[in-house]
Structure formats: C-alpha cells, structure tokens
C-alpha cells in the first residue's frame, strides 16, 4: 500500500491556520517522515451523536484496538486521523478527511451523515509533535448500522453510549485526554442546538438590512466589485471589512491596511456609490478561531446577514447563529488576489483585466508593482 501523503506545517505558521488560510502555508510529506522528524502536521477528531426517544442524547465512542501503537484500549472521539495533503486544501476537504475516517473506522457511509459542523481547532502533543486537530461534530439516526474495524478498534465496546455511560467512562476507564476533554464539554451543551439551522433569510427582494462582506483585498478585483454589487442591490447598507488588515510588505499580504482602505474607496466612488451605503472596517487578525467572529462583530458593530465564499468565514459565522447567504458565483481561479499577484510577478499584463482600472492606478501610485515582485524573489 502507497504510504499517506499528509499536511503538514511549520511550527511558527500554525497561527494562520486560525484564519482559514490553510493551503498556503501546508506541506506534504510522508507520514512516517513526519513522525521520524517531529513535523507538526494537521490530523481531525470526529464526534458523532445521536437522538434516541427512549435514551435521549447517545453518543458514538470508539474503543482503540490492542493492537494500535498509540494508546492501545484506550476510548477516545467516534474517529480520528490524519489530513491527507492535496493542492488548494480547504476546510471542506478536511471535512471529507473526517467522513473518510468515519467510514474506515466505523463503516458508517457519509451519506448517512446527516450534517457535519466544524467545531474548533486544537494543538496537541504527541511525543514531543505538534498535532493541530480539526474537531468537527456529526449528526446520525440512532439506528444506523455500525461496522466497526477489528484492526482499528474494540468492535464489541466502540458503540453508542447514554449521556451516564459516557460519564462513567470518562471517569473509571483509560481514555485519550484531548478526546476526554472535548467529550466533557459536549455533554455539557445542547448539541442539537447546533445542527438548527440559522434563522431562515429575509426575502432578496427586500433592502432595509445591513449586510457584512470581509475580504483581504491584496487587491481588490472585479470579482470583489460584482459581489459589491449584488449585495447593494439586495441590502439596505453594506459593512466591508478588510481581514487580515495588520499584515503588509508579505508575500501573501503586499499592501497596508490603509492602502486598501483606499481601494475601496476609490472603486465606490468610481461607481457613484453613496458613502452612506457603505462603511469599511480594518479587522487585524487574532489567531483564535472561537473567538474570532466576536472579535469581528466588536469592530464592525450589528448586522443582519453575511456574504463570504470563504468556508472558513461561512462555517465560523454560522456556527455563532448567524444569517449567511449563499455563495455569490464569480470565476474564482481568475478573480483571485494570489493569481493577480502571480501574473504581477511573471510581469504578465493580462492582471490589468482583473482590476478596475482605479485600482490599477493606485496600485502604481503604491509603487505595488515593484513591492510584489520584490517579495516573491525575496521569499
């Protein structure tokens, strides 16, 4: 068997995987590789839950077989493992890893998983290795079938347990200490709670809310301006808030907050756009995923409904009962700051198509062309 490829990360990038900007900064290498050499890598812990009429809440809990290296006979979350590494990694295809672990461990199929919701992010040590699990919830009927993997775990004590067995066993039974500690926050919450769906969205025809939309601008493209657009005609007044707004003169983040504030600004005004219709806001990163979306909602005060493409922002905000819209469809490949960035560097001047020419202008005036290309030959 082909041995697994998995992400993997260096120790001082780790923060930004809090911002959900995974892809740029995982690696791969072969599993056993990064185990030999300590390499912090990216793995998922997967709990599932169920609702029984007679037994209320159950919850799925895996017993490791005897024969696992690490903690073997030890009861932990439903399903756990490593992220495989593959070009562009997002939180939806970490989301796949956990469905995938799931089924391998427990034979639950995906399709009988009702709905899967990304909970937090956590560091782990592993003999002396950084593990930053990704821990996601799972909702299934109490009465799907299990087929447990002999070789992966205790096929007789991996089973749904009772709010009190579950108790009992994180109490009297050797169990994995990350695992234990999620088990005995999510005993103490209503999990159904949030599988609900967010409140249900006003009518599109309607125009007296206020609408969020963050993005990084590093610049701002067209495909920026058409989501712009659509949002004023469905909304009363659009919040726009630059993310990541403290970093500049970086590979990845080329201009200052304050350059993009200006961007903006000229790209509204451009189009006639009245500056009561808008506001714009500079959100600095904190690297806490929890606590980010508090920390978003503290700088740009209340709002009705959140537009973003990013399923990072899209599954943070509705996991906090937020009102989030659906994608708004633009050619994300072509609009994309790393892909205007890329063409800048290679001197190609088809970026001049992506840009409202505004911004193309200001972006000379920032000297921006130079400082681009300055940065990825520095890198």
């Known amino acids: 068997m082909e041995e697994e490829i998995i992400a993997c990360i260096d120790d001082n990038n780790i923060k930004f995987l809090h911002t ?12 056993s590789k990064a185990h030999e050499e300590g390499i912090s890598h990216l793995i998922i812990r997967f709990f599932i839950i169920a609702n029984s009429k007679d037994s209320g809440t159950l919850y799925l809990v895996q017993q490791r077989s005897q024969k696992k290296e690490s903690f073997p006979g030890y009861y932990t979350d439903s399903a756990s493992g490593h992220v495989k590494y593959q070009k562009n990694l997002r939180l939806e295809d970490i989301k796949e890893d956990a469905l995938r672990e799931l089924e391998e461990e427990f034979g639950i199929n995906p399709k009988n998983v009702k709905n899967v919701k990304f909970y937090t992010l956590s560091p782990e040590k592993d003999k002396n290795i950084t593990e930053i699990a990704y821990i996601f919830l799972g909702l299934v009927d109490a009465d799907v079938r299990l087929s447990p993997d002999e070789d992966e775990l205790n096929t007789v004590n991996s089973r749904f347990y009772t709010e009190e067995e579950l108790k009992s066993i994180l109490k009297e039974e050797d169990a994995v200490d990350y695992s234990k500690e999620i088990w005995k926050e999510l005993i103490s919450m209503d999990l159904f709670k949030k599988f609900e769906k967010s409140t249900a969205l006003k009518s599109e025809k309607t125009s007296s809310d206020i609408a969020l939309f ?33 970093r500049s003169n970086e590979k990845n983040d080329p201009f200052t907050g304050e350059e993009r504030v200006e961007f903006i600004k000229a790209a509204l005004e451009t189009r006639n756009i009245s500056s009561q219709r808008y506001e714009i806001h500079k959100i600095p990163d904190i690297f806490n995923a929890q606590k980010w979306v508090d920390h978003v909602i503290s700088i740009v005060g209340n709002i009705d409904i959140v537009y973003s493409n990013s399923d990072w922002v899209r599954e943070l905000f509705t996991n906090k009962g937020y009102r989030v819209s ?19 560097k290679d001197g190609d001047s088809k970026w001049r198509r992506l840009v409202p020419k505004e911004i193309v202008n200001l972006i000379k005036k920032f000297d921006g062309l130079e400082r681009i290309r300055s940065l990825y030959n520095g890198d």
């Open 20 to 31: 959900g900007q995974i892809s740029k900064y995982v690696f791969p290498l072969k599993r």
């Open 326 to 344: 659906k994608k708004v469809g633009i050619f994300k490949k072509k609009f994309n700051g790393t892909n205007i960035r890329n063409l800048i």
């Open 214 to 246: 963050i993005g990084r601008f590093q610049p701002l493209h067209h495909g920026h301006i058409y989501i712009i657009n659509q949002i004023l005609k469905k909304h009363k007044k659009i919040k726009i808030g630059i993310g990541s707004s403290q």
